[in-house]
């Protein structure tokens, strides 16, 4: 991979002021910003709920003249993943759980490209854009929120097969799925094979699977009313859950309640199972049934985003995760701060000082966006020279959707517990208060009235996923290059008269004749 040695284009990027502030033991001291026109560059990898609040918050506290942020993402928003589930099934429009960045974002750069390499040491970062070739930036400042991916293992038939649900893109292409093999099982008439199609499998059962198999068997049994072919218990909806219980982030009496409800509606729970295989959509568990399934959701955990391990320089756990202090400075195995770093949400180990036992923060959003507002804050105290605070932080509740109007939710430890419907408008509640930007606020809560006042959209748009396959499908073939394709105006070629002038061939080229490649004439 080719890198340009440069800053990057951005005006703000190349300002030969930006200067930095060295911490020898990376810890405050008598350090403060020089004079009005030094700015300190702070560099925030990923920009997503961490990387946009840390970004937000530093900003509303110093202003651009003393410190210049630039975040980096190769995508062009936020998504809010509480909300992941209800825009796959549809209960939120996708564009509503995102935030772009150029909308949430004042006085704040961006990059758009995908962190290639980290080198700390030197205080460079390789980044590659889209397109172009790649380029490398210096900063003074690094945040790390990069976040986590899937975690996946080699399982036969799984990277051919299934689909994880991590994002947004992910969760409108499971919708689509889900309709779309609805569509074609109303029309078809073998047995087996429309089995298989109605049938979907998800292997996990954590908070994402759980809410994801829930809202989206909640939607395909109300489009049934829309398929005179097709009854609620035609739909075979199947998890795959290697512990004992389901929901292991609620109490075990909530969990045990979440089952009841998803087994009430017809949900096939295999526990102490595990996915053996599903090559071509043949599903192998190890209870030892074996069934066909079209559609295969893997939700069975997440990791630390690969680059920290395999592209950086910065200090890592056995799990990947960048290991910090409770004041979210990096630090490495003997808890000396790596001066200059700072790390937080689903890609830092961070110790939960309220749990204690050596135990970690959890990888969700409240905890993330609340160490985002507590790394803001040390930041800003480094970079003045005052003391540092440890992040604390009582973990308010846990809330799930399971579909429309039902849900779980616990608060104060488990101390009050609410069932369905209280616990779906407790979750929806907390979730659009938490979500980013008044306007995206707004747009979910007037798709919600709708939604109330006309009913849910159940439409497949999977040709959005290939949107030039049906260009392709009817365009001619290319015409050898060097050829002068005939042309002409589109009423002319309706009437057969011509009202374009012929370009005159060269004595090696060819001439396509009429509106298609029809005939080819030598001159």
Known sequence: MAVDDTLGTDAHIRDDNIVGISHPDGHSGDHEIVDAHSRIRLVILGGGSVGLTVANKLRARMPRSDLAIVIVDPRPYAQYPPFLPEAAAGSIEPRDVVAPHRLALHGIDVLQARAEHIDHANKTIVLDPEDGPAYKIH??????????????????????????????????????????????????????????????????????????????????????????????????????????????????????????????????????????????????????????????????????????????????????????????QVCDADGNVIPDAWAAGDCAAVPDLVAGDGKFCPPNAQYAIREAKCMARNIDAELHGRPLEDFRHQNIGVVASLGMNKGVAEFLGGKIKLHGWPAWMAHRAYHVYAMPTTNRKAHILAGWLQQALLGRETVSLGSVEDPRHEFVKVAVPSAPPGVIVQQEPIAAAATGVSGVETLAPAAHEHVVAGSGVEDITES
Not at 151 to 160: H, Q, V
Not at 209 to 222: H, S
């Open 139 to 328: 900063y003074d400042q690094l945040v790390i929120a990069l976040g986590s991916v899937s975690r996946t293992l080699p399982i036969p038939g799984l990277a051919e097969n299934a689909i994880g649900f991590k994002n947004v893109e992910e969760g409108i292409a499971i919708r689509n799925r889900v309709i779309n093999r609805m569509d074609i099982a109303a029309s078809v008439t073998d047995p087996a094979e429309r089995a298989r199609m109605l049938t979907f499998t998800f292997v996990g059962g954590g908070f994402a699977g759980v809410e994801a198999i829930a809202e989206l068997e909640d939607m395909a049994r109300y489009a049934c009313k829309s398929y005179p072919t097709i009854e609620p218990n035609d739909l075979r909806f199947v998890m795959v859950e290697g512990s004992g219980r389901i929901l292991p982030e609620v109490s075990e009496s909530s969990g045990l309640y979440a089952l009841g409800e998803m087994e009430k509606r017809g949900i096939e729970v295999y526990l102490n199972t595990f996915l053996n295989s599903c090559i071509d959509g043949n599903v192998v568990l190890s209870n030892g049934k074996t069934f066909e399934s079209d559609t295969i959701v893997w939700t069975a955990g997440i990791k630390s985003n690969p680059l920290l391990s395999t592209g950086s320089d910065l200090p890592v756990d056995k799990l990947g995760r960048v290991t910090v202090l409770p004041t979210l």
